[in-house]
């Protein structure tokens, strides 16, 4: 490849240290008054209007000013086409715009309002709210708008259902778990929502909404699985209420059991908003007052996910402090030695949030595995992830470096356990569980959605081989190693790229994979790093960035099609590049130009399109600190590098 020897003109004059500085400043001043960072955690439409939704639900009192501010949110997110996407100008999503428009009708806004008749032409143009997700047609039943015959059937015996059955809790992902666990006694109950207004939603449909029946064949599903399935839901749909009562109590009795041992306080079932919506109804069926403690603590749990402004409000899936403050942590070491202090001083605050004492529930897959990860919240016992703790784990062998610390030392090790032990028999890592690879359950109907499982994915696996070759193994004497840079070299697409599940997407994939291979000692020359390195550079937009849309997450992706300019995406490929060995690429420079020329007079960065995943397809995330930590830690980075005569990344990430 070409390479830039000299110094470039940002050198020279001092604005690349004047940027990093710059930026470095205002990240500090984003700091809690712990020293931890949390910053907000942005899904789409669909969370705030829950939100509303839930509390017209449970006829709970109105907050006027609380819904007029979501209301406010939820105008301006609406997207030129009249419904509303899952991403910052993305194409309109049924279940998004349903949902939308339902929340703010609940809230008062006019059918005959100007965005509203956009939002219900979009909608009824595009076949209308019959073509709603299974999660949306549950709120949609729970309504009274549809019947339950437009959803699967969940029975509640699945809770009694043994390990070796085709279906059970473990072979899902836990997301899904603790989704489904308090539906299926909200699917047994089939509870009316209290919809003290009596708001409806027939003008959605071009048909009588109680007509319509389950949904269609999703684009993942195959059409023999598919067809199964929906045979035995047919099935028992007719068997279902004989089912004997003594056998539905004790199924009720075991999800009741389920949720309440996880409960998580203040921080919620799972820490995520389905999870704990679902709760909250779950106890409104079973009779439970509002200040029944279980539920009271749950609902208590949703109202810390809200971000209220001054004139919007929105509603979070769920808070990221553990993963914005190990991010931070990285961003910050790579900037230089007058940033180390207030790093130690957040890494300090991860220490006693590493979960040593509670065998979560990947443990029914490795029961002889000790606990040793953090979770991706403030508090989540039950379901640490391995990404944070591979990030967590990294950021204190960095820190211990420059003042080493047996905290650390105690904390690493544990996670290194831990890490090593929820290894998945094809060499990759997934994100919570491990061998969660029964792919013919995303074809039972409740699966519309494609997510329901959590197999391994390049670029957790690729966290999991930074990790551990940042520790010190390799490829020759880590079975580990060995089997994670196999799984890499497997999964790489013909075009030299990766594909990335949590963040958007073949750009964060490929930088997470390039980071593994270099810290496994693999050769810049190899063609696996060659071939990356190459897509990476085709790539670049002419600006400079980097940009990638969701699009890309499509199932015949064909290979990149270009998209607008990201902060954080640019800063993935440039960290991917560099790893690659080319940071005196051209491509490299103009990179950090682009950074350099964007950055605000606050020092940092604005983005506005998401780069994060929630879900494939299906949801998605903006991390409102991608666009503060990332830029600085690409900047700091080239810096580093260009000042060292072996221009060779020494770190995992």
């Known amino acids: 490849m070409h390479s830039v020897n000299s110094k470039i003109g940002f050198e020279r004059g001092g604005v690349l240290e004047a940027s990093i500085d710059s930026a470095t400043r205002a990240l500090l001043g984003c700091r809690q008054a712990d020293g931890h960072w949390v910053f907000e955690l942005e899904a789409d439409c669909t969370i705030p209007a829950e939100y509303v939704l839930l509390r017209h639900y449970l006829a709970e009192p109105v907050d006027s000013a609380l819904e007029a501010k979501i209301a406010r949110y939820l105008r301006r997110v609406q997207g030129a086409h009249g419904g509303w996407p899952l991403v910052h100008d993305g194409d309109l999503d049924m279940s998004a715009s349903v949902k939308a428009y339902f929340a703010l009708k609940m809230i008062g806004d006019g059918i005959d309002a100007p965005h509203m008749v956009r939002a219900r032409e979009a909608i009824l143009s595009r076949g209308g709210a019959i073509h709603s997700n299974v999660f949306t047609r549950f709120m949609l039943a729970m309504f009274g708008v549809t019947t339950w015959r437009s959803v699967p059937v969940l029975p509640v015996e699945i809770m009694l259902l043994p390990m070796w059955s085709p279906f059970h809790l473990n072979k899902i992902s836990y997301w899904a778990r603790t989704t489904m666990v308090p539906l299926l006694v909200l699917a047994a109950l089939k509870p009316r929502a209290k919809n003290p207004k009596a708001v409806g939603l027939d003008e959605l449909f071009l048909q009588d909404p109680r007509s319509i029946g389950m949904t269609a064949k999703a684009p993942h599903q195959s059409w023999g699985w598919f067809l199964l399935f929906r045979a035995l839901d047919g099935v028992l749909r007719v068997i279902e209420p004989l089912f004997p009562k003594k056998l539905r109590a004790r199924a009720i009795d075991a999800a009741i059991a389920f949720v309440e041992e996880r409960l998580n306080g203040e921080d919620g079932l799972g820490a995520i908003f389905p999870p704990m919506a679902n709760a909250v109804m779950m106890y409104d069926a079973l009779g439970k007052g509002a200040d029944y403690p279980p ?359």
Not at 439 to 459: K, M, Q, R, V, W
Not at 616 to 627: A, I
């Open 295 to 653: 539920r009271a603590v749950t609902r208590s749990a949703l109202e810390r996910l809200l971000v209220i402004g001054e004139d919007e409000a929105y509603c979070q899936p769920c808070v990221s402090p553990v993963w914005d403050t190990s991010l931070t942590c990285h961003a910050l070491i790579e900037s230089g030695a007058e940033a180390l202090p207030p790093a130690g001083q957040a890494l300090d605050w991860l220490v006693p949030k590493q979960v040593l004492d509670v065998k979560g529930d990947w443990a029914a897959k490795r029961a002889d595995v000790r606990p040793g990860g953090w979770a991706f919240q403030y508090n989540n016992a039950y379901y640490p992830d391995l990404d944070d703790t591979a990030v967590v784990v990294m950021a204190m062998d960095r820190a211990r470096r420059e003042q080493p610390n047996p905290a650390y030392d105690a904390a690493i090790a544990r996670g290194r356990e831990w890490i090593e032990g929820m290894q998945s028999r094809d060499g990759g890592w997934a994100a919570f569980d491990v061998n969660n690879l029964e792919y013919y359950l995303n074809n039972i109907p409740f699966s519309d959605h494609g997510a329901l499982l959590d197999p391994p994915t390049e670029d957790v696996t690729a966290r999991c081989v930074s990790m551990l070759t940042q520790l010190g193994e390799d490829v020759q004497s880590s079975k580990p190693v060995a089997a994670g840079v196999d799984y890499l070299r497997r999964t790489q697409l013909a075009e030299g790229s990766w594909y990335g599940r949590w963040g958007l997407n073949y750009i964060y994939g490929t930088w997470s994979a390039l980071c593994a291979l270099n810290m496994a000692r693999v050769n810049h020359q190899d063609p696996v790093i060659r071939k990356a390195a190459e897509w990476l550079v085709s790539i670049q937009n002419a600006d400079g960035g980097w940009g990638e849309d969701a699009t890309s997450y499509r199932l015949d992706y064909k290979g990149y099609e270009g998209a607008p300019t990201t902060a954080s995406q640019t800063a993935w490929a440039l960290l991917g590049l560099m790893a690659a060995g080319e940071v005196e690429h051209p491509a490299v420079a103009r990179g950090v130009e682009y950074l350099i020329a964007t950055q605000t007079e606050k020092g940092l960065w604005d983005e506005q399109r998401y780069t994060a995943t929630g879900f494939p397809r299906v949801f998605y995330l903006r991390y409102h600190g991608y666009s503060k930590f990332f830029p600085l830690w690409a900047l700091a980075r080239y810096r580093n590098l260009r000042r060292t005569n072996s221009r060779v990344v020494g770190v995992g990430m």
